[in-house]
Structure formats: C-alpha cells, structure tokens
C-alpha cells in the first residue's frame, strides 16, 4: 500500500490513508477465506473507497487479472507483481485508481492512451470503457512485452474490440506518444517519468486528462488537465511508487 501513503494536508488523502490501513485489515481476512475472485477484489476495492464508481468496477470485474500475470503469480492480491524485464503490473489498486481518476474521459467513442501498457491489463480496461466507437491504444518498449500483452487481451472480454481494431498496442518510446489517432482524451502513464514528457501534453485533447507518475525516487501521481483554451491545470493526487519511464536499454540493465 505503498502508492496510498501521503502527506495529510489534504482531507480526501486522509480518507485514503484511512482507507489504507482498512484495506490492509480486509485483505489479510480475505486470504484467509481464499475468495480469489475478480469480484472478491472488486468488492475489497469497493470497501476501502478505491472503487466507487458502477462503470469501473464493472470493468474491473469482467478484465480478469489472472490472465495478464505470468503463472504461477496469485492474480488476485493487491499487490504489483513481476512480469520480467524490470518490470511489474501494477497493484490492483492503481490499476482502479487510475480508472476512477479518467472514468469521465473514457467515455464511449472517446480515445485512450496507454503509456507502459506491460500486460495490456488497464488498456483493456480503457478499450472496453471507450467501446468499439473509441480507441484505446497501448504503447510498450519492450517488443515481448507487446506480443505478450496482445496473447493476453485475446483471451480476455477485450478480445473483441482487438479483432475489429479499436484498441491496439504498439511497439515504441512512450515518451513521444502516438500521435497517429490524437488528440486523446485520456492519457495515462504506467512508469514513473522525471518530468512530464511534452509530447503527451501535445497529444492531450482540450478537455482532455493526463495521469501519469512524475518524479525519480520520489514520485506524485499527477493529474493534469487540459482546459479549452489550452492551458493545465495541474494537481498531485498522491505519493507512488513506480517503475522509471525511460530507455529500453536503461531498464535492462536496471539502470
Ligand atoms: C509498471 S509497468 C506496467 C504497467 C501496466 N499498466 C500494467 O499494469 O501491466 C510499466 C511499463 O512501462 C514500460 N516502459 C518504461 N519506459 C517506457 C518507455 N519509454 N516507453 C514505453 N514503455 C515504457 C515498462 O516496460 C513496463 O512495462
């Protein structure tokens, strides 16, 4: 519960950090039971406050995490998890944060970026959300990566809207986005960048939002929207802990 610790300035963090340490509590019960279901760690989500809204945790509920972790990985803990590489899937509890966070900006018809997509998990879920009228593309640097992400979404509730096209994963350096279907209504960032990466403001539609971590060894989820006019209106949302966005040969070599 890394990702939930914050500074208590804020009244709605104080809620979190609460909720925290109540998710810690009914987690640890919830093992115990052995209820290892998408909608046992839905309705676990929905009690500590991280899920609150129908759409997301109807998402939540029909992406089934256990077929985006690598065998032998329990899917269901909310806990990041590692898919080789350097790399993780997010904790549960991000992945619904974040879709809580651009819930209104992954409407139907509207366009979706994933930055770091890994499993292809949280593209899925913005694919179903924006449905066959929208686009959800995920963007990876690593080449495996991708073409393990896409064997993933093919056998989730997602794989319809991979076979006709509106949601795709691309090879490339997230950092320069994908300008081919911008601008996007939501962007969303699954590494931690040391700034934010310009071409993802550039990308961003008027009315458009942008999660994404941003600092090094310490790190605020920012949520940035863009206004009608051009100008951002920046927030931090709270302290994480992410993998780095940054060159496929640094993160190799763990660099
Ligand atoms: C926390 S992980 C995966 C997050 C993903 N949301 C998930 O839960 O599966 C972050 C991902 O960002 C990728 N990444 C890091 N830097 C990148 C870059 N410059 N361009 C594209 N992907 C990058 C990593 O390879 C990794 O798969």
Redesign the pocket.
């Known amino acids: 519960m890394v990702s939930l610790v914050n500074n208590i300035s804020s009244p709605s963090r104080n809620v979190i950090i609460m909720s925290a340490a109540f998710c810690v509590y009914l987690q640890r019960s919830w093992s115990r039971s052995g209820m290892d279901k998408s909608k046992g760690l839905v309705e676990q989500l929905q009690k500590c406050g991280v899920v609150r809204s129908k759409k997301v945790a109807e998402v939540l509920e029909s992406v089934d995490r256990a077929l ?1 972790v690598p065998e032998g990985t329990p899917p269901y803990i909310d806990s ?1 998890m590692s ?1 080789g ?1 350097n ?4 904790a549960p509890h991000m ?1 619904a944060m974040c879709l809580e966070l651009l819930e209104n900006n992954l409407q139907p018809g509207m366009r979706a970026l ?9 593209t899925a879920c913005f694919a179903l959300m924006v449905g066959s009228d929208g686009h959800a593309v995920g ?4 080449p495996e ?1 991708v073409a393990r992400s896409i064997k993933n979404i093919e056998t989730s509730a997602a794989a319809p809207l991979l076979k006709e096209g509106s949601l795709k994963v691309h090879v ?4 320069l986005g994908w300008p081919e279907f911008a601008p996007y209504d939501a962007i969303h960032v ?2 931690a960048a040391p700034e934010i990466p310009p071409a993802l403001i550039e990308q961003l539609k008027p009315g458009g939002r942008l999660v994404i971590p941003v600092g090094n060894k310490f790190q605020d989820l920012q949520v940035i929207d863009k206004n009608s006019d051009g100008s951002l209106s920046v927030r931090s949302e709270t302290s994480v802990r ?6 496929r040969e640094s ?1 190799l070599n763990g660099s």
């Open positions: 985006f990041p898919i590489f790399v993780t899937i997010s992945h994933d930055i770091g997509s890994g499993t292809g998990f949280l963007v990876e640097h690593i990566l490339g350096d997230g950092r699954g590494a992410y993998v780095p966005l940054t060159s993160q």
